[in-house]
């Protein structure tokens, strides 16, 4: 199955003779099977033809929407994923089933980050272990506690750790001095915010595509209008797909100074529209690389299709009111 994406401010997507066409503004096309189609995601000023809506609705065909910056708006999908019963047994979790998930998925989120640390300080010859002895106390920490807050507040110490850490680890031209969310102040923070922008909203499809509501928080608190467990799932992810391929990119000097701009408005570092496009380009190759690092699976699988049996066994999870059943990404 494909994904489309298309950030081509102008660009207009319509359907034909069972073919989804991209018509960009200098006459050129692009056209991909509907077969092939799973996933349309729209940066910017991008229209859809109400042919092309209908199609997507038909055939479940989900459309994400995100600002020209990529900053997640909404999505297009059909109500056929729907499953009350699940949702009913989502919404009744109890506080011990939470905790429970929780002290896995953030054990494995901090243990993730220490492995990217590693990975880069040895290309480097950098002394992390201080910092990777520390993290790895916090998520011991977890053991003892039942309390959700307590563990999410575990989980913000390895974070401000890990990252006061990393930036040291970033080439010199992209140095950062910790995380920035809202607005990103430079361009490592401006490829993670974007990249866990578009993870969210990958997650977010996953989830209504099994039946579980996405709005339905189990380490997070809710938030209005917030699609909680689509975050709560995010967090083992987050170094794993998106921290690795920004240093991979900006180490790699892949892009440069030169492909970011500050906006004078808001004062983010955003890329520039061709560095967007090969940032694009990245995380999705990188979702197409096949690991083996799942540990109830014995065969590969890339790494969309491991956020999918991710989901499946959350939704295990819950029906058997049983976090033990979920097993978290741990990469080595």
Not at 42 to 62: A, N, Y
Not at 65 to 94: E, M, P
Not at 309 to 324: C, F, G, M, T, Y
């Amino acid at each position: 199955m494909s994904y489309l994406y298309v950030c081509e401010q102008g660009a207009v997507i319509g359907c034909e003779a069972n073919r989804f066409q991209v018509c960009y503004k200098d006459g050129m096309l692009k056209s991909v099977p509907g077969e092939t189609l799973e996933v349309i995601e729209i940066f910017g000023k991008v229209q859809l033809t109400t042919q092309c809506m209908t199609e997507c609705l038909k055939r479940g065909i989900t459309v994400l929407f995100y600002s020209s910056n990529g900053a997640y708006y909404g999505r297009l999908i059909s109500t056929n994923h729907v499953n009350v019963a699940r949702q009913r047994s989502q919404a009744a979790l109890k506080e011990e089933f939470k905790a429970g998930l929780a002290r896995r998925i953030i054990r494995a989120k901090i243990r993730n980050q220490t492995v990217i640390l590693r990975r880069y300080a040895r290309k480097q010859a950098a002394a992390v272990e201080g910092t990777v002895s520390e993290m790895l106390r916090l998520a011991e920490k977890l053991d003892w506690t039942g309390d959700t807050e307590k563990i999410m507040g575990y989980e913000g110490m390895a974070a401000r750790v890990y990252f006061a850490a990393l930036g040291g680890l970033v080439d010199r031209e992209f140095c950062f001095k910790g995380r920035s969310k809202r607005p990103p102040k430079d361009p490592f923070n401006s490829l993670i915010s974007l990249g866990y922008s578009i993870l969210l909203g990958e997650i977010y499809g996953k989830l209504e595509g099994k039946g579980l509501n996405p709005y339905f928080g189990v380490l997070h608190k809710d938030r209005e209008k917030h699609p909680t467990l689509a975050s709560d799932l995010m967090e083992e992810w987050r170094a794993v797909l998106v921290d690795s391929t920004a240093m991979s990119i900006l180490n790699g000097h892949e892009l440069h100074r030169e492909d970011f701009f500050r906006d004078e408005e808001t004062g983010a570092v955003l890329l520039v529209k061709d560095a967007f496009k090969e940032y694009l380009r990245k995380l999705e190759a990188k979702l197409h690389t096949d690991m083996k690092y799942l540990s109830y699976v014995d065969y590969r699988v890339n790494f969309r299709s491991a956020l999918d049996l991710q989901v499946d066994r959350l939704a295990k999870a819950i029906e058997s009111e049983n976090p033990d059943l979920y097993q978290p990404i741990c990469i080595r």
